[in-house]
C-alpha cells in the first residue's frame, strides 16, 4: 500500500493527451513539492519532472506536471509510442522525513 | 554524468542478512549538495524509499525499517552499502541505489538496480 494514490493504469491514442493524478495529504503533497519519474520496462526510474513542473534537460516539452492542494498531475500530449511505460509521483513526507511514492501508473499507446 | 552501479549476492535465506553495495563513478561521492539512497521496488508494495546517508556518515532511515537497516559508506572506495538484517520473503525486491538532492529529495540519478531474493 503505498502513501501516494495513483490509478493503477491508463491509455490512449498516439498523438492524444494524457493526464496522471496523484493525491496525498498535508504532510507530503500539501507542504512540498511533487516528483514525477518514468519507468521504460525493464529499466531503472528516471527523473521526468521535479520541483510540480520543472524539466530536467533532455526531456520533452511534451510533458508537464502541476499541483493542488494535496493533489498533482502529470500531462503527456502528443503521446508517441516510447512514451508506454510506469509513472510514479513522489514527495518529501514530513512525517517519514524521506520521500514517499505513490502505486504507479502503467500508460498503454493503444 | 555520475553512474551508479549496485553489486550484491541475488539469493538470502530467511532470517539471514542481506548486503549491497553501490559503487559512484563519474561524479564525487564527496559532494555536498547531495545524500547517497537506498529505494528498492517491489511487487506488491511498488517503489519504497529505504534511507540515506551524507558523506559525513550521518544517516536517514524510513521509520519502516529503521530496526533493521544500517546504511553506511566509504568514501576512499566511492562506495555506499544497505545491510538489512532479519529479511523474509517480503524484503524480495530490486534495490536501487540513488543520488539524492539535499533540497526537496529528488533522486536525480539512479542505478540499474539489483534483484535480491529471499528464500531457502
Not at chain 1, 516510447?82 to 500508460?107: H, I, M, Q, R
Request: glycine letters at 10%; charged letters at 15%.
Amino acid at each position: 500500500q503505498s502513501v501516494l494514490s495513483q490509478p493503477p493504469s491508463a491509455s490512449e491514442t498516439p498523438g492524444q493527451r494524457v493526464t496522471i493524478s496523484c493525491s496525498g495529504s498535508n504532510s507530503n503533497i500539501g507542504s512540498n513539492t511533487v516528483t514525477w519519474y518514468q519507468q521504460l520496462p525493464g529499466t531503472a526510474p528516471k527523473l521526468l519532472i521535479h520541483s510540480n513542473n520543472q524539466r530536467p534537460s533532455g526531456v520533452p516539452d511534451r510533458f508537464s506536471g502541476s499541483k493542488s492542494g494535496t493533489s498533482a498531475s502529470l500531462a503527456i500530449s502528443g503521446l508517441q509510442s516510447e512514451d508506454e511505460a510506469d509513472y510514479y509521483c513522489a514527495a518529501w513526507d514530513d512525517s517519514v522525513n524521506g520521500p514517499v511514492f505513490g502505486g504507479g501508473t502503467k500508460l498503454t499507446v493503444l | 554524468q555520475v553512474q551508479l552501479q549496485e553489486s550484491g549476492p541475488g539469493l538470502v535465506k530467511p532470517s539471514q542478512t542481506l548486503s549491497v553495495t553501490c559503487t559512484v563513478s563519474r561524479g564525487s561521492i564527496n559532494s555536498g549538495s547531495y545524500y547517497w539512497s537506498w529505494i528498492r521496488q517491489t511487487a506488491g508494495k511498488g517503489l519504497e524509499w529505504i534511507g540515506r546517508i551524507y558523506t559525513s556518515g550521518s544517516t536517514i532511515y524510513n521509520p519502516s525499517l529503521k530496526s533493521r537497516v544500517t546504511i553506511s559508506i566509504d568514501t576512499a572506495k566511492k562506495q555506499f552499502s544497505l545491510r538489512l538484517t532479519s529479511v523474509t520473503a517480503a524484503d524480495t525486491a530490486v534495490y536501487y541505489c540513488a543520488r539524492m538532492t539535499m533540497v526537496r529529495g529528488i533522486f536525480d540519478y539512479w542505478g540499474q538496480g539489483t534483484l535480491v531474493t529471499v528464500s531457502s
